[in-house]
């Protein structure tokens, strides 16, 4: 070997064991996505988005000078199996954060486990109402979705008469219980609603209501395959024209299957898209594609929120200066960082943060309007 | 003018024509060979998938329809020779078999495309107007060509040499033999023939429906109950079973919501399976 190689290489290894010596004990995060079932198409993106949060918050100095390192677990399983793999690594590999991006039941099984003895973060959109003790969410509710946007369709587009079609389940029934209030304040009128089952694959029945209703805006809480089959029915009907829609889980993906030409008079309500033209988005996603190469899996809302989870993470343990929850409870309240959607603070658990309203271009999802600082309208006890 | 009436009429032809076609394929193989082929949904994705591939290489959409039918055909032979005929009269061996043929091709797909949601870039799907209502222009060629295509099919069935060796291969496979049918041969044959439609129904749905590897289930299910309430091996089975699930399914979600919709069809299938396990029109 070469005395000049050999050197470099005992130099490495000391910088390297200083570099151990500094973090201790390396922070092991629980990082809980649906690798499987229905939410799988989301796992790669969500994976590399925390990937990419551990390096750059590592490169900065970690949380409280520990470096993280991320556990992942699949939650794209029943509720029962995802929460014995959370188990599995909180007690097993000694997790001591857990960030989740999954659906409601698995987080409904994980906060029944955890019981508030290990700080959760919970990023995905979802229907609002969790008051855990220890569960940090930074996902987007109905109100901040709808209260704001509601009202600027209104004036801009002045619908009349909107229908409100659902997967019948809680996220897809309380999007549009709180859509009902803000329509009436409007002055305009609810003329339908129904729920249907996640098998739908057929909506012919649904969308000739909605032609015989004469709505001239249509509020689509349905979720994936069920969005895209919908979507694209209701165009093929001539419908497109007639009614705007709105949406506030129509991502990326999404809007894929659907097709650009069947997207016209489209919105998308969200607090992410991946092409807002704010600097720090642009930064987040120019590091991504730095990172995972430019066919790396598509960015989308619910693949960036794990970015905002391991963000608020940082905040608050800042904030608490410990990573208990007795500590971190009153640390959240207040606690802010400025991440790729902008400025972010958590109140009563949630976040206040702005919603960007997009319609379909030729290049998909163009921001049409921004609604700085919208709260979650969630009223949890810290 | 109230013209609602012509929509329900279009949607509810709409319904049969796509149930009819995507079902035509495991008619023939399951209600003729007696396979229960799960991987039959996989060969109705394949077919959508062949139209995502034609279109990212640039080609004309109606070149999906050629290279679908080889590459079911190819795919079905192999399937047949190796993985099927060692395991006939064994039809829960063949579930199982078929069931894991099912996952793989699922998994290649998705390994190969990824799992995200594909659209097909057509004109096709556009609507046009119909005496006050706006229907798509694809959606009436389809019910046609699906009406077509049975009526050929029936005819062919009825008439040609072959069709004949089929039911006499599958009214007596023993007794077929015997009098000089190469019943191996004529078995790989039907079953090519099943995949082959599998995978065309696909090319045909593909810029109506949701295109990911995931799909097969749903066509598997729909196809699986109408076999069951028409019974298996004749062309009254299954078009009973096409009127019977399909025209439930239609009418009642028109009437009463989706939800109703898909309950009675499973109410009504597992009646059929209890109370009159042979089907409307079974064989056996």
């Known amino acids: 070997m070469d005395r000049r190689i050999f050197l470099h290489g005992i130099a490495a290894a000391a910088a390297a064991s200083s570099a151990v010596v500094r973090a201790a004990s390396p922070l092991n995060v629980a990082v809980m996505l649906p690798m499987s079932g229905p939410a799988g198409l989301f796992g790669p993106s ?337 | 003018m109230d013209t609602s009436w012509l929509l329900y009429a279009l949607n509810l032809a709409y319904a049969l024509a796509t149930l009819g076609l995507t079902t035509l394929g495991l008619a023939v193989v399951f209600g003729l060979l007696g396979v229960m082929n799960m991987a039959h949904g996989e060969f109705v994705m394949l077919g959508a998938y062949a139209v995502v591939i034609v279109q990212s290489w640039g080609w004309p959409i109606a070149t999906a329809m050629p290279l679908a039918m080889l590459v079911c055909g190819v795919l079905g032979y192999a399937v047949e020779r190796w993985l099927i005929r060692p395991l006939y009269a064994r039809p829960f061996d063949t579930l199982l078999a078929t069931w894991g043929l099912a996952m793989v091709m699922r998994k290649t797909v998705e390994a190969v495309y990824g799992r995200g949601y594909r659209n097909i870039e057509s004109t096709l799907s556009a609507p046009i107007d119909l005496g006050g209502v706006q229907y798509p222009g694809y959606r009436l060629a389809l019910i046609a060509l699906a009406v077509v295509l049975m009526v050929c099919l029936a005819l062919w069935y009825r008439r040609s040499t072959m069709g004949l060796r089929v039911r006499a291969m599958t009214g007596n496979p023993v007794l077929a033999q015997a009098l000089g049918i190469d019943t191996r041969r004529l078995a790989s044959q039907t079953f090519v023939i099943g995949v082959v439609l599998a995978g065309a129904a696909g090319v045909l749905l593909a810029p109506l429906v949701r295109i990911e590897p995931g799909i097969g289930v749903d066509y598997l299910l729909d196809s699986f109950f109408v076999l069951v309430v028409g019974g298996l091996g004749t062309l009254g089975g299954f078009g009973g079973g096409v009127g019977v699930i399909g025209g439930t399914q239609s009418v009642v979600s028109s009437i009463a919501g989706q939800t109703s919709g898909y309950a009675v069809v499973l109410i009504l299938s597992i009646l059929f399976l209890w109370l009159k396990p042979n089907g409307l029109f079974g064989r056996r």
Not at chain 1, 277 to 296: L, N, V, W
Not at chain 1, 316 to 336: C, T
Not at chain 1, 360 to 380: D, L, W
């Open chain 1, 46 to 382: 969500a994976k590399a988005c925390a990937e990419l949060a551990v390096q750059t918050i590592n490169a900065r100095g970690g949380v409280l000078g520990r470096s993280i390192n991320a556990l992942f677990g699949d939650a794209g399983l029943p509720p029962a199996e995802a929460s014995q793999t959370a188990l599995k690594l909180w007690k097993g590999q000694g997790a001591q954060v857990v960030i989740g991006m999954h659906d409601s039941a698995v987080r409904g099984a994980l906060v029944g486990l955890f019981k508030g003895q290990v700080p959760y973060f919970y990023t995905p959109v979802y229907e609002g109402g969790e008051c855990a003790r220890g569960t940090y969410v930074n996902g987007e509710t109905p109100a901040q979705q709808l209260a704001p946007v509601i009202p600027w369709l209104a004036s801009e587009r002045k619908p009349k008469r909107w229908y409100m079609i659902g997967n019948d389940y809680i996220w897809g029934r309380n999007t549009n219980a709180a859509a009902k209030g803000y329509i009436a304040r409007t002055g305009a009128q609810v003329v339908g609603d129904e729920y249907l089952p996640f098998t739908a694959d057929n909506f012919d029945s649904s969308l000739a209501r909605i032609r015989d209703s004469g709505a001239d805006a249509v509020l689509v809480s349905l979720v994936g395959g069920a969005s895209v089959t919908f979507n694209k029915a209701f165009a093929s009907f001539g419908l497109a024209d007639k009614a705007i829609r709105l949406g506030s889980l129509l991502e990326e993906n999404t809007l894929a299957g659907i097709g650009l030409a069947n997207a016209r008079n489209l919105y998308s309500s969200a607090g992410y898209f991946a092409n807002i033209e704010t600097p720090a988005a642009k930064a987040f996603s120019d590091a991504y594609f730095k990172r995972f190469g430019a066919q790396a899996p598509a960015l989308n809302g619910l693949a960036e929120s794990v970015y905002e989870g391991f963000l608020m993470l940082e905040a608050i343990a800042a904030r608490a200066k410990s990573l208990d929850v007795a500590k971190m409870e009153p640390a959240s309240e207040g606690a802010s960082y400025s991440g790729p959607r902008g400025a972010v603070t958590m109140h009563a658990r949630h976040v206040d943060q702005d919603i960007y309203l997009a319609d379909v271009g030729e290049k998909g999802f163009r921001v049409v309007k921004t609604f700085p600082h919208i709260a979650s309208g969630q009223t949890c006890k810290v």
